[in-house]
């Protein structure tokens, strides 16, 4: 009765594997089918791929290289300004009882729920007094901003979890805060840092609203921006768009496979306390 049982759940969980994996890779296979079409043949209807028109990628990638790039480096330097500033927050908040402690996580939260396009009037017009439109700096800012408060929680769960026999022995040997925080604490939870630090990226990566309103001039536009102008009042380039999509979706992915292992042992370690 127990092996059926076993054999049940195996099939259960190779069908919902399979269902899963299939709506994940639909999206993609049926854009590279677009990336593969002429555009004078784009209303056939293809089950598989008629056409093998390569020349669409080359004319994507000449489209959208600069703006991959511009997109990758917003990206890392929201990244690297979330996480200087979200760890040692996240390990105060985790290791210090202090008064309104649990207040603050709760507010962390709750900024979490509030759709970001509503504070997007205020910032415009607040970076337009400042001067700083258009500008990548301004961008990196809000990008940072609108995503710490999320990597904040993430890293005080794994904070939390780590035993705080490893602070004591720090304190007994003479390190400070930020000597604990930065020769102890660091090196060993590079799991934990790097689930946030992969939520920033690629929430920055694929940001579209934000520089809609901060950016206007088009060689400062990230990829979202430009596969966007594609689109315009008389023609919707289909093809290229495809093809741009299917380029622009490798840095990210590549970057979350080479950093799976971190970001698996950094969630189910947190999940262990918090």
Not at 67 to 86: M, P, V
Not at 204 to 230: C, D, G, M, R, W
Request: aromatic share 14%.
């Amino acid at each position: 009765m127990l092996n059926r049982e076993s054999l049940a759940v195996k099939v259960i969980r190779v069908f919902l594997s399979a269902a899963f994996c299939l709506f994940a890779l639909v999206p993609i296979y049926s854009a590279l089918i677009v990336a593969l079409t002429p555009y004078s043949n784009m209303l056939e209807a293809q089950l598989f791929p008629h056409y093998f028109e390569l020349s669409n990628f080359v004319s994507a990638f000449d489209l959208i290289g600069d703006n991959i790039l511009n997109s990758f480096i917003y990206a890392t330097s929201a990244t690297l300004l979330t996480t200087a500033i979200s760890v040692p927050a996240a390990y105060a908040i985790a290791r210090y009882r202090f008064k309104f402690r649990r207040a603050v996580l709760f507010s962390l939260l709750l900024t979490q729920m509030m759709a970001g396009i509503v504070i997007l009037p205020t910032l415009y017009k607040t970076f337009n007094a400042l001067g700083m439109l258009d500008s990548p700096l301004s961008l990196i800012l809000v990008y940072s901003a609108v995503n710490l408060a999320l990597v904040v929680t993430i890293h005080h769960g794994y904070f939390a979890s780590l035993p705080r026999e490893i602070d004591e022995a720090a304190e007994i040997d003479g390190c400070n805060y930020l000597q604990t925080l930065w020769r102890i604490i660091f090196p060993i939870s590079g799991p934990g840092i790097a689930v946030g630090a992969i939520f920033v990226f690629i929430n920055s990566y694929n940001e579209f609203v934000i520089p809609l309103f901060l950016l206007s001039s088009a060689k400062q536009y990230p990829l979202t921006l430009t596969v966007y102008s594609l689109v315009t009042d008389t023609t919707i380039r289909w093809h290229i768009m495809a093809a741009a999509s299917l380029i622009g979706i490798i840095p990210p992915v590549a970057i979350f496979t080479f950093f799976q292992k971190y970001i698996i042992k950094g969630v189910t370690s947190g999940a262990v306390k918090g």
